[in-house]
């Protein structure tokens, strides 16, 4: 029985590239809560960003099992895994990954318009004013500064109201003090929504902010 809404059980993945096998992850097992904020903390290469992708089925363990709100990725075909990622995952990246030529409020529809919701329009603007954005709902994001494009980029990533939000190294490219608005909104919407979240960050920073923080080291993780 799967409880928590993000599960990893075991998994290992390997990589192997030109011959040589690469182990990213080893063994890792780990649950996050519905509302729980975690920190994965731990030195570039050692595994942050695998664990990240694994556990919102952008790719798959070479061993053991992911389980996402009860649902373990491997098992899933085609069809199944677009709509859990759809409908259950969201994600945010250090460069915000905007679309450079939509508006914010066109980023934030964007989810829905490809998973054909109705009131997407509204559903975004409702979302946009949560990260207190509503006022630059028509600026392309070269026009935001990268706190502002982080916001709507946070904004993109819980429109759709997904159980897990997974975040890889939001925080990387700010300055503290915006790192920490960001932090504190992320921490907002995992207490006010419920939302699972895994945040990878190779500094020690947001650990005030988080419920709780998981060390990771040569692709396993410290317990
Ligand atoms: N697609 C890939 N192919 C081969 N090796 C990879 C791939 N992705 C990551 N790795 C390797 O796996 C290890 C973990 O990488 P990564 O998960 O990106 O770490 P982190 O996010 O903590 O910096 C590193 O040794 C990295 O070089
Ligand atoms: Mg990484």
Same mark, same amino acid.
């Given at each position: 029985m799967y409880m928590a809404l993000l599960e990893a059980r075991?998994?290992? &993945?390997?990589? !192997?590239?030109?011959?040589? =096998?690469?182990?990213?992850?080893?063994?890792?097992?780990?649950?996050?809560?519905?509302?729980? +904020?975690?920190?994965?903390? $731990? /030195?570039? $290469?050692? $595994? &942050?960003?695998?664990?990240?992708?694994?556990?919102g089925a952008m790719d798959f363990p070479t061993s053991g099992e992911i389980a996402i709100d009860g649902q373990i990725t491997s098992g899933l075909n085609d069809a199944e895994l677009t709509r859990m990622r759809r409908e259950k995952v969201g994600f945010? +990246?250090?460069? +915000?990954?905007?679309?450079?030529?939509?508006?914010?409020?066109?980023?934030?529809?964007? =989810?829905l318009?490809?998973? /054909?919701? =109705?009131?997407a329009r509204a559903a975004a603007a409702e979302r946009l004013r949560w990260v207190e954005m509503e006022e630059y709902a028509g600026r392309l994001p070269h026009q935001l500064s990268g706190g502002q494009q982080q916001r709507v980029a946070i904004a993109r990533a819980l429109v759709h109201s997904p /159980?897990?939000?997974? %975040?890889?190294? =939001?925080?990387?490219?700010?300055?503290?003090? *915006?790192?920490?608005?960001?932090?504190?909104?992320? /921490? &907002? !919407?995992?207490?006010?929504?419920?939302? %699972?979240?895994?945040? %990878? *960050?190779? !500094? $020690?920073?947001?650990?005030?902010?988080?419920?709780r923080v998981v060390k990771m080291r040569d692709g396993r993780v410290d317990c």
């Amino acid at each position: 029985m799967y409880m928590a809404l993000l599960e990893a059980r075991h998994a290992t &993945k390997l990589y !192997s590239t030109e011959g040589e =096998p690469v182990t990213a992850l080893q063994d890792v097992s780990l649950n996050v809560e519905a509302g729980e +904020f975690i920190a994965l903390v $731990g /030195r570039s $290469g050692c $595994g &942050k960003s695998t664990l990240l992708n694994l556990c919102g089925a952008m790719d798959f363990p070479t061993s053991g099992e992911i389980a996402i709100d009860g649902q373990i990725t491997s098992g899933l075909n085609d069809a199944e895994l677009t709509r859990m990622r759809r409908e259950k995952v969201g994600f945010i +990246f250090q460069s +915000f990954q905007l679309m450079n030529t939509l508006s914010a409020i066109e980023n934030v529809e964007l =989810p829905l318009m490809l998973a /054909r919701a =109705p009131n997407a329009r509204a559903a975004a603007a409702e979302r946009l004013r949560w990260v207190e954005m509503e006022e630059y709902a028509g600026r392309l994001p070269h026009q935001l500064s990268g706190g502002q494009q982080q916001r709507v980029a946070i904004a993109r990533a819980l429109v759709h109201s997904p /159980r897990v939000l997974l %975040a890889d190294e =939001p925080t990387g490219n700010l300055d503290t003090a *915006t790192g920490d608005l960001v932090l504190h909104l992320l /921490r &907002k !919407s995992a207490h006010e929504f419920g939302v %699972a979240i895994l945040m %990878a *960050t190779h !500094s $020690g920073e947001s650990t005030t902010v988080t419920d709780r923080v998981v060390k990771m080291r040569d692709g396993r993780v410290d317990c």
